[in-house]
Every structure is written in structure tokens, then in C-alpha cells.
């Protein structure tokens, strides 16, 4: 009180270190917890009333420097617990200083050098002793207590977006959560099931990112969405028809990205046809390894009528090139593979289909295109 009375930054600063030290002389653990937690409440409301933000970054270390005294046996005491028999609950007390400290630093104020290192040091410290105390402490319930931290952080970086706009918190906040769900994923599901998990998270971080219209995660994103799919053909012990996933995420990833765009202000033509590419070549080398030898030709040709009836619903020119794309690919496959190793009856199926298809989207094709001459000469008549 003497500190706030003279409002000296020092002594504030010397009152919080011997409050911290104090913690780590009780000898009842959840009593000391309870006092850390404690702590960066009045931190925070001293940061709010003096405006000293200087404050609020010497109590982020301090917050988390007292529970790693904790978590090593606290030496001061010799009787505290260690990282092997805390409770489960402990780590649950980093979370709750993290979520105090992020409410401290949300204001609608200029991100200067001291803000923004505040918000990294409390993200990254946070998460760090996170995820080494639930490893140590709660094994088994790592997958559980990591989905609950994304939660944390999601909300930590949409209430950061939605009151002051921010670009580096928001940033910290959800690249730090998209981590602690993958670390969920992995660590509560077997090989291969959590790369097609994996591959759905980049979806939701597509989503979230155009919202956040952060192109740094958009592109880290998409980097990480390759080496997963890449990752689940090197290990994936066979490829089933659950990797056609990936591809499905890709198209609605583009989707994500065209969403709103021109509201959003985000140029992401590129990261949309990187997508896109990439669903060319998934589908057919998904289908390729997962059908029957003799129907890989009509599951080509039902993915390029799949593109068409997007190129029309979306009025898309992309999906039209990638459904001829994926038609002449079935085409040429036919050609060079269908005549000589299908069985007659097949041979003839898939043929047929095949003419049936073409057929189909030259008379739309000629259609389209009467219509566009009709229209240029109409318009040509009024001139």
C-alpha cells in the first residue's frame, strides 16, 4: 500500500518479488497456488490503476517462475511436491494465470515493444510449462487437458481480435492453440487416424485465420497441411479411401479462402490454386490406391463431374479446368492402361461411361457457348 500511496514503480516491483517469495515459503501447496493465482489478480488491477505496464511484465515472469520452483520440489522448503506427485489440478493454475494476464493486456492501446513482449512471454510460458507439467504429472490425460488449453487459447485470441484488432496477440494466442490441438490429437489417437484428424485441424485453421486475416498463419498452414499429407503416405502403412480427406479439405479450404474475400481485404488467390493443385492430384492418387483396379477410370471421371457441378453451382471457371483437367486424365489412363488390363466386360462399362460423359459436356459446352455468341451479338445490335 506505502508503494501505491508514493505510485513508485520500484517499490511496487520490490513488493510483488517478496509476495512470490513469500508463496514459496508456505508449505501447504494448494494454499501457495492459490496465493499465485491470487497475485496476478492485484497485478492486473495495479497495471489498470497506474498504467504501469512494466508491472505487468515483471509478474508474468515472476507468476510463472514460482511454479517452476514448485514443479522442480521447491528447494526453499525441501517439502514441496515435484513434477512426479502434484496434483492433477496444479497445471490448471498455469492456465489460470495465463487467462488473468491476457485480460490484463486486453485494452484497445497501441502494441508497443513492452505490450507485445508481455503477450509473448505469457503465451509462450504458459503453453511451455503446460504441456512439460501435464507430460510429467497427468500422462494419461495430456490428449484431454491439451484440447482444454486450445479452448483457452481459440478464446484468448477471438477476444483479442474482436476488442482491439489485435495482429501479434491474436497471432501468439492461436498458433500457440492450433499447437496444443495438435499435441491433443497426436497424443489421443493412433497412427494413421490422426493425420486425417490433423488434416480437418487445417481447416479450422484456415477458418479462423481468414477471420483473423493473418496471412502469416494461412501460409504457414498450408506449408503444414503438405507435410502432413506427406507424412501419412511415407508412414501410412497403406493408402485407404480415407486419405480422399485430405482432398476434401483442400477444395473447402479454397472455399475458406474466397470466402469473403473482398470484406476481408486478403489477397489469396495464390494460397486458393495451391489448394486447389492440390486436390487434382489427391483425388485420383487416393482413389488409384483405394478402389478396384478396374473401376479406378469411372471414380476419375465421377470426381471431373463433381468439379463440373461446382464450376456451375459456384459459377467458378476454376472447377471447369479441373474437371477437364481430371477428365482427359482419365482419358489418357483409359487409354494407355484400361485396353490392355480390364476384362472386356469393364473394358466396355468404362468406355461407355466415358463417351456418355464426353458427350454430355460438349453439348453443354456448345450450349454455353451459342449463348455467350447470342449475347455479344445482342449487344453488338444495341450499339
Known amino acids: 500500500m506505502y508503494a501505491l500511496r508514493k505510485e513508485s514503480v520500484i517499490l511496487a516491483s520490490l513488493s510483488i518479488l517478496f509476495c512470490f517469495i513469500t508463496t514459496l515459503t508456505i508449505s501447504s501447496y494448494s494454499a501457495a497456488m492459490l496465493c499465485s493465482l491470487l497475485l496476478p489478480i492485484v497485478i492486473v488491477w495495479v497495471v489498470r490503476r497506474f498504467k504501469w505496464q512494466l508491472i505487468l511484465f515483471f509478474g508474468i515472469i515472476l507468476s510463472y517462475s514460482t511454479y517452476s520452483v514448485w514443479f522442480v520440489g521447491n528447494p526453499l522448503l525441501l517439502t514441496g511436491g515435484t513434477g512426479n506427485n502434484l496434483p492433477n489440478i496444479s497445471v490448471f493454475f498455469i492456465l489460470g494465470s495465463f487467462i488473468i494476464y491476457t485480460l490484463g493486456l486486453v485494452n484497445k492501446e497501441k502494441e508497443e515493444f513492452l505490450k ?15 504441456i512439460i507439467s501435464t507430460y510429467a504429472i497427468t500422462k494419461e490425460n495430456l490428449s484431454l487437458f491439451s484440447f482444454i488449453a486450445f479452448i483457452v487459447f481459440l478464446l484468448s485470441a477471438i477476444l483479442t481480435w474482436t476488442i482491439e484488432k489485435s495482429k501479434y496477440a491474436t497471432l501468439f494466442y492461436s498458433i500457440l492453440g492450433y499447437m496444443l490441438l495438435s499435441i491433443s490429437i497426436i497424443s489421443g489417437f493412433q497412427k494413421p487416424d490422426y493425420f486425417i484428424l490433423l488434416g480437418w485441424q487445417s481447416l479450422l485453421v484456415v ?10 498463419i494461412i501460409v504457414a498452414n498450408f506449408i503444414i497441411y503438405l507435410l502432413i499429407f506427406f507424412s501419412f503416405l511415407f508412414l501410412a502403412s497403406k493408402v485407404t479411401y480415407i486419405s480422399i480427406s485430405f482432398g476434401i479439405v483442400a477444395l473447402l479450404s479454397a472455399r475458406f479462402l474466397n470466402w469473403k474475400k473482398k470484406q476481408l481485404n486478403l489477397n489469396s488467390e495464390g494460397m486458393r490454386n495451391a489448394y486447389l493443385i492440390c486436390a487434382f492430384f489427391i483425388f485420383p492418387y487416393s482413389l488409384y490406391n483405394s478402389v478396384p483396379e478396374g473401376f479406378v477410370t469411372i471414380s476419375w471421371i465421377g470426381v471431373a463431374v463433381l468439379y463440373y457441378i461446382l464450376s456451375v453451382l459456384l459459377k467458378n471457371i476454376k472447377y471447369r479446368w ?10 489418357g489412363y483409359a487409354i494407355l492402361f484400361g ?3 480390364l476384362s472386356s466386360e469393364l473394358r466396355i462399362l468404362t468406355f461407355l461411361v466415358l463417351g456418355i460423359v464426353l458427350l454430355v459436356i460438349s453439348l453443354l459446352y456448345s450450349k454455353k457457348k451459342n449463348e455467350t455468341l447470342e449475347q455479344l451479338q445482342g449487344e453488338i445490335e444495341e450499339q
Open 116 to 130: 507485445i513482449s508481455s503477450v509473448s512471454i505469457n503465451s509462450i510460458f504458459a503453453v511451455s510449462l503446460f
Open 207 to 216: 477458418s479462423t485465420a481468414v477471420w483473423f486475416r493473418s496471412r502469416i
Open 322 to 331: 479441373l474437371a477437364l483437367s481430371t477428365l482427359m486424365l482419365s482419358v
Open 339 to 341: 485396353i490392355s488390363e
